[in-house]
C-alpha cells in the first residue's frame, strides 16, 4: 500500500461515529477553565457556543444515552478479524475526547469556521496562519503540503473509533474521515484524499 506524503499510518471510513480531540492533560485543564470563564459546564458551553451556531443536530458528548443510528466501535485482533471495541466509560474523557458527531455536521462545522459564524474572520486566519515556531496551537497541527500549500490537521482516536479532520486553506477545501474500527487509522486515507486536492488530480 502506497503511503501518504502527510501521514505513515494504514487506512478506513464509516456513518456515524465517535471523535477524539486528543487526550491529554492539557486538554483536561482547558475544559475546566471554560466552564470557570464562561459559567456553564463544558457541555452546555459547546452546544451554546459551536453546535447550535453551526447547525450541527447529530453533536454533542458521548453517553450511555442510546443514540439513534451511532455506529458500534471495532477493533481488529491481530489475525485480522474484527471484535468489539474494549469498553469504556466516554465520559471519563470529559474535555480531552469522548464526542459523537457525523461527517454532515463536521462540514457544517468547517462552513461555520469558514464563514466567521463562530469566531471573526480576523481571528480564525489568526488561528491558522502558519508558524514554523508552533506548528501545533489552538488544537490544530500546522503544515504545508507538496505544493507549500497551507494545511491544517487533526486526527484523533479513542476505543472503537478514529477520526481525520484536514484543511486544505487556500484550497477551502477540507477532507473529512471518520471508521468505526479504531485499529484502522483515518490518517492515511485523508492524506491520500488531501494529497489529490493539492495536486488537482
Known amino acids: 500500500m502506497e503511503h501518504s506524503k502527510y501521514t505513515h499510518h494504514p487506512i478506513p ?7 477524539d480531540h486528543g487526550f491529554g492533560s ?15 459546564t463544558y457541555e452546555d458551553f459547546l452546544d451554546n457556543r459551536i453546535f447550535q451556531p453551526a447547525g450541527m443536530q447529530n453533536t454533542g458528548l458521548d453517553s450511555r444515552a442510546i443514540l439513534l443510528h451511532k455506529a458500534s466501535g ?12 474494549s469498553y469504556m466509560d466516554m465520559s471519563n474523557a470529559y474535555s480531552a475526547g469522548g464526542l459523537v458527531s457525523t461527517t454532515e455536521d ?3 462545522l468547517d462552513s461555520a469556521l469558514d464563514q466567521g459564524v463562530l469566531l471573526s474572520r480576523g ?13 501545533y496551537r489552538y488544537g490544530w497541527h500546522l503544515a504545508r503540503t507538496a505544493r507549500n500549500q497551507a494545511l ?19 484550497q477551502k477545501a477540507a477532507v473529512i474521515v471518520l471508521s468505526n474500527v479504531s485499529t484502522l487509522l ?14 488537482g488530480k
Do not use: C, W
Request: aromatic residues 10%.
Open 26 to 40: 492539557g486538554y483536561l485543564i482547558l475544559g475546566k477553565i471554560i466552564e470557570t470563564v464562561s459559567g456553564l
Open 74 to 85: 471495532y477493533e481488529l485482533t491481530p489475525p485480522g478479524e474484527l471484535q468489539n471495541a
Open 152 to 170: 491544517a490537521f487533526h486526527h484523533g482516536g479513542i476505543n472503537g473509533y478514529t477520526a481525520s479532520y484536514m484543511k486544505l486553506l487556500d
Open 106 to 108: 463536521l462540514h457544517l
Open 123 to 135: 481571528r480564525t486566519a489568526q488561528i491558522f496562519d502558519f508558524d514554523e515556531q508552533q506548528p
Open 13 to 19: 471510513y464509516r456513518l456515524r461515529y465517535q471523535i
Open 186 to 199: 483515518t490518517s492515511t486515507l485523508a492524506g491520500v484524499i488531501a494529497e489529490a486536492l493539492d495536486s
